[in-house]
């Protein structure tokens, strides 16, 4: 065994199912071991965003870790906005990069892809990675793989290993099996029992899971327990899809004041308001009127627990669910809530396209032809998406970073899946080439690219400035060129048959430009953006 089949086993032994990547010189010689041997499949993209928005994606949606493969500097500096994105989003994303080897550093000349120091690389990924390593001794390195692939599954963030490119074939022993962390049970027992005295206290609990449910593989989990508790369950704005498949009293997604009125009721005036791996962003909860009271929720977040005012360090959130399943007899009572109607029904007249139609659309295609998972991109796509029926999705609902939509759906493409991708016109104009490399591994989803010619959510926030227009591109007529089919569609009529068309096409990537009228958004979007707007005012004397 070498260093790089070293690590391509464990990463493999720990959940990755995929490599996404792009070579240069210094990653040459490792990206050939990984093609040669095969261990893990390779699927190379165009621009480095993408390679890290789609291995964002893939570990999300199959719930192990995701891999993007880069080259030293050029490669792996411009990949750094996509591998924050997934930090502040929890996604484990395990970041490979080559680098000089050990006679080119002490050359004494400056390295092509050399920023300021050989170093700098590694310094700004300490900032947007919870471990690092640099493999550049092949005896330590079996250890020091374990112990970052550990952190990358405990915290479920990024992590950033370098392979100097002369010991890529060192020999090399396995890597062991991963430090378990210890927990103390005593302690676990202590936070189950308090968490479930104050939710039998409360009149009215209610259980909002966030992404780390997902992250931590414990969807069905919190589903038998919620269904046991026999309390409603709602997911944040960021884990929209989680239960999707899930046997939950699932009632919707909580978005404050622009979401749907009885759910913010319902979270706000809990009094035992159970936070499972949420993430406390504003986009979580700042279109709230801060009318949540913190001191009666209880918080699961990172690996430690927030009990009104008491605190409970090192409580893994797969840990604390066994112990409250545990202390929860099954005695077959069961909430059912009302289910959430989703706008069907689409009348497919010459009517303009909103962003409802598209939902409504989708939501047709789904109730024919069984649910697809989503991806979103930011911008008025996302909050469309809410619309949708509840199904998995992967988006950056918090980080909110534009050109996530089409690489992450090709991310899913490599799980096994077809996906429907939603994204703006300003998004596709960033990572929408993307899609080019469908047909090279056989993907096809289907693409619905809402086209207002405009950076519409900033429009929303400030309709005077002109910088917001932008030019009609008319992708459609490009898909053909990259080795997809593309629909212009302007009526609801035409909106319709090009997604049935899609739907029964398969082979090639189908691309649907659906043109909006500018100033027409989602009905989300705009309950949001009069939020946001309501509550930044100044407060008047
Ligand atoms: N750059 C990145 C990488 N991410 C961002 N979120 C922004 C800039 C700021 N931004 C937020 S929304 C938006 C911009 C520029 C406009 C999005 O336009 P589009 O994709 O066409 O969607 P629309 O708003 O029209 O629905």
Known sequence: ????????????????????????????????????????????????????????????????????????????????????????????????????????????????????????????????????????????????????????????????????????????????????????????????????????QAKQPVLLVGVEVRRYGVEQAVAKLAARLGIPVVTSFMGRGLLADANAPLLGTYMGIAGDPEITQLVEESDGLLLLGVILSDTNFAVSQK?????????????????????????????????????????????????????????????????????????????????????????????????????????????????????????ICACGERPIILVGDGAFQMTGWELGNCRRYGWDPIVIVLNNASWEMLRAFQPESHFNDLDDWNFAAMAAGMGGDGMRVRSRRELKAALDRAWRTRGRFQLIEAMIPRGVMSPTLARFVAGVKRLSMPKSA
């Open 1 to 200: 065994m070498n260093l790089t089949t070293a690590l391509l086993h464990a990463l493999k032994a720990n959940g990755a199912k995929q490599i996404f990547g792009i070579p240069g010189d210094f990653a040459l010689p490792y990206f050939k071991i990984i093609e040669e041997t095969g261990i893990l499949p390779l699927y190379t993209f165009s621009h480095e965003p993408g390679v890290g928005f789609a291995a964002d994606a893939a570990a999300r949606y199959h719930g192990g870790l995701g891999v993007a493969a880069v080259t030293y500097g050029a490669g792996a500096l411009n990949m750094v906005n996509a591998v924050a994105s997934a930090y502040a989003e929890k996604s484990p994303v395990v970041v490979i990069s080559g680098a000089p080897g050990a006679h080119e550093a002490s050359s004494g000349l400056f390295l092509h892809h050399q920023a300021k120091t050989l170093d700098s690389q590694y310094r700004i990924y300490q900032e947007i990675t919870c471990d690092q390593v640099r493999l550049d001794d092949p005896g330590t390195a079996p250890k020091q793989i374990a112990r970052v692939l550990a952190n990358c599954k405990r915290h479920s963030r990024p992590v950033y290993i370098e392979i100097p490119r002369d010991l890529v074939a060192a020999p090399c022993e396995p890597v062991p099996a991963l430090p378990e962390a210890t927990v103390d049970p005593e302690a676990i027992a202590a936070c189950a029992d308090e968490v479930l005295a104050r939710l039998k």
């Open 291 to 411: 009318r949540i009271d913190w001191r009666r929720t209880i918080h699961a977040f990172d690996g430690a627990v927030r009990v009104g005012h008491h605190h409970y360090p090192n409580i893994p959130l797969d840990r604390l669910i066994d112990a409250l399943l545990a202390r929860t007899p099954d005695h077959g009572n069961r909430f059912q809530p009302a289910k959430r109607q989703y706008p069907t029904g689409l009348s497919a007249d010459d009517g303009e396209i909103t962003p409802q139609a598209i939902a409504t659309a989708v939501n047709d295609l789904m109730t024919t032809h069984g649910k697809v998972p989503l991806a979103a991109d930011t911008g008025d796509c996302l909050f469309t998406a809410m619309d949708i029926v509840h199904t998995a999705m992967v988006a950056p609902g918090y980080y909110a970073t534009m050109g996530f939509g089409v690489p992450a759906g090709l991310g």
